[in-house]
């Protein structure tokens, strides 16, 4: 279709007015850094409700804050889907991406087993860099040796595969059986219905897009279907736990100085909290380069950043191709993902936003 077409998924930038009948949380938002979330983020200015903004930490630069919804908040869904399901360890596949290295800092934080699954060697070395323990390449011959023998070692029952389509979903399952029954021994013999271990995997994306292949060798005890952070993961949280506020306790009677504690929240609110305190570290988002929009869009670089189909990026009539800067993240496989350095606002808030995220393709 030849129209223009407005994109960017999320961006951080300045507060820089509100409007007239916004609370007092709003205003408190004036001159503050923030993140935000809500598409159409190629454009000079953004009106966004003021609930949609994250308050970043004042040593926080926008161009750091420019990725804080979609991948970290998807790692911390992950966890929180593996604690709620009852599972103690985690297989991630296209593990090698930018959500696929915040997960790695972000279970080695909080001492979470984790079996990373990449397509190249040095993946893997990328991956060991880091500090993971189990990396298995999915290139190798010995591949479904190697993931046995990591999911073994970690106990994991549940997965996330970002690939989709092939036999992947399926040789994890196969894998998780396999691990399941050695660790029975004798104490589970012969069951022509399999393991008693339950075992899940969740797709949530698509570098496949052949169909999804299962070669049932796994039993009966077992689980496939879609996982997306908002579709998903917080329709199932339902919207009393995800937003969930505790009010503070009554103030005493007896005291010259009213002091109220800040507020603990749902879930939503808790995630979102932790985003804000790690943006810079666990939750980090690495960048190669900086380019123009213009830039962005030649030949060359289309091909650099988007061998696996990258779509057409047109900013808005109003914002000048000069403005606009974009930063792209580094990610194993190459720059994959793109961020602009926009200027933005928002009433109910107005902001300058400083970077948006167009699109993303991990991997």
């Known amino acids: ?38 598409g159409q983020m190629y454009t000079q200015y953004r009106v966004v409700p003021y609930k949609s903004a994250l308050e970043l930490l004042p040593d926080t630069s926008p161009a750091e804050g420019a990725s804080a919804f979609v991948n970290p908040l998807t790692v911390l869904g992950m966890i929180e889907t593996m604690r709620d399901e009852g599972h103690t360890a985690i297989v991630h596949t296209a593990a090698a991406s930018q959500l696929g290295q915040m997960l790695v800092r972000a279970c080695a934080n909080e001492g979470i087993p ?16 880091l500090g993971a323990e189990h990396v298995v390449d999915s290139s190798s011959e010995e591949f479904m040796d190697d993931l046995v023998n990591a999911i073994s070692a970690t106990g994991a029952t549940v997965g996330f595969d970002a690939t989709g389509g092939g036999t992947l979903a399926s040789q994890i399952l196969t894998a998780m059986e396999r691990s399941a029954v050695a660790a029975a021994g004798a104490s589970q013999p012969g069951n022509r219905y399999g393991s008693d271990t339950f075992k899940q995997l969740y797709i949530y994306g698509g570098l496949d897009t052949t169909e999804t292949r299962l070669n049932r060798s796994y039993g009966m005890r077992w689980g496939v279907g879609g996982w997306l952070l908002g579709p998903n993961f917080l329709e199932r949280v339902g919207p009393e736990r995800a937003d969930a506020v505790r009010p503070p306790p009554p103030t ?22 932790k985003v804000a305190e790690e943006i810079k570290t ?22 650099e950043y988007g061998v696996m189909g990258a779509p057409t990026l047109m900013p808005s009539p109003a914002l000048p191709p000069s403005v606009v800067r974009r930063a792209v993240p580094v990610g194993s496989a190459g720059p994959r993902r793109l961020l602009s350095i926009v200027g933005l606002r928002a009433p109910l808030l107005f902001v300058v936003l400083s970077c948006t995220r167009a699109w993303c393709l991990d991997e």
């Open 1 to 38: 279709m030849d129209v223009p077409l407005r994109v960017g998924n999320e961006g951080a930038g300045v507060v820089t007015a509100v409007g007239m009948d916004s609370d007092e949380d709003a205003w408190e938002l004036l001159g503050k850094t923030v993140g935000i979330l809500g």
């Open 282 to 303: 666990t939750l980090a988002t690495s960048y190669s380069t900086e380019m123009s929009l213009r830039e962005a869009l030649s030949v060359d670089n289309l091909h």
């Open 114 to 129: 984790l079996v990373n699954v990449v397509r190249r060697p040095e993946q893997v070395s990328l991956l060991s860099g």
């Open 252 to 273: 005493p009677l007896f005291t010259a100085t009213i002091s109220s504690p800040p507020r603990a929240g749902g879930w939503r609110v808790q995630a979102r909290k």
